[in-house]
């Protein structure tokens, strides 16, 4: 069965800061993909990055970026130049496309500090 | 273009009482998932449906049942409530075709069970 584990339950961060935020996961399927969402106290899940398993290239979405690790399976997420509007839950996820389930970590809250 | 959309947004019943919670996937978007949120933990997958037909069932009981209609919306009931069904029920919609693995969610419909 696929697992992610977040294992940071909470972090801090000041403003303009970087931080990171581990993921591993575990399977057994050489294709698949990789998120991390973000839910904010409004509750609705925002992606915020997305790997796929089969590109070596670690994603980058403006201050957002990941460090893959296949081989480990660890998925982590940079944020940089942290603002206050990052304040919110992060999930890594899993899934092999859209015809399967997503499978979650247990989060991680962020808190921006000023 | 709407994003995914859920209908009621908070609710309350009592033990025993049965609940329907509604969604509308995001344009152009085929499957629709559903997932409970207990507080402070991560979405665990209840179901998917796909072609009005459920695809694929995550380990909750029998009183977890849902339905696809040919426009793609979808409802989750829940018969029986107990006070351990309070959560978040999260809906998410996706493209079967798509090669991103991507789920849009939606705010998510708030069920306290007294």
């Known amino acids: 069965a696929q697992t992610v584990t977040q294992s940071q339950p909470e972090m801090s961060v000041q403003e303009a800061e970087t931080v990171t935020l581990s993921c591993t996961y575990d399977?057994?399927?050489?294709?698949?993909?990789l998120f991390w969402y973000k839910q904010p106290p409004s509750r609705q899940m925002i992606l915020v990055i997305r790997q796929e398993a089969y590109k070596q290239q670690n994603a980058t979405e403006n201050r957002f970026s990941v460090n893959f690790q296949k081989a480990a399976k660890s998925f982590s997420l940079k944020i940089s130049d942290s603002q206050l509007g990052d304040t919110a839950m992060y999930f890594c996820?899993?899934?092999?496309?859209?015809?399967?389930?997503?499978?979650f970590g247990t989060g991680t809250r962020l808190q921006v500090t000023l | 273009d709407a994003g995914v959309t859920q209908s009621p947004t908070h609710l309350i019943k009592t033990r025993g009482q049965q609940v329907t919670l509604r969604c509308s996937p995001k344009?152009?978007?085929?499957?629709v998932s559903w997932y409970q949120q207990a507080l402070g933990q991560g979405p665990q997958f209840i179901f998917q449906y796909y072609e009005e037909e459920e695809r694929q069932r995550g380990n909750f009981p029998d009183r977890f049942s849902g339905h696809q209609f040919p426009n793609y919306s979808s409802e989750l009931n829940v018969n029986a409530l107990l006070l351990g069904d309070s959560a978040l029920y999260l809906c998410a919609s996706s493209f079967r075709g798509s090669y991103t693995g991507e789920l849009f969610f939606g705010e998510g419909s708030r069920l306290t069970v007294l």
């Open positions: 996820a899993y899934n092999t496309g859209t015809a399967s389930k997503l499978t």
């Open positions: 399977t057994s399927e050489s294709n698949y993909y």
């Open positions: 344009s152009g978007h085929d499957t």
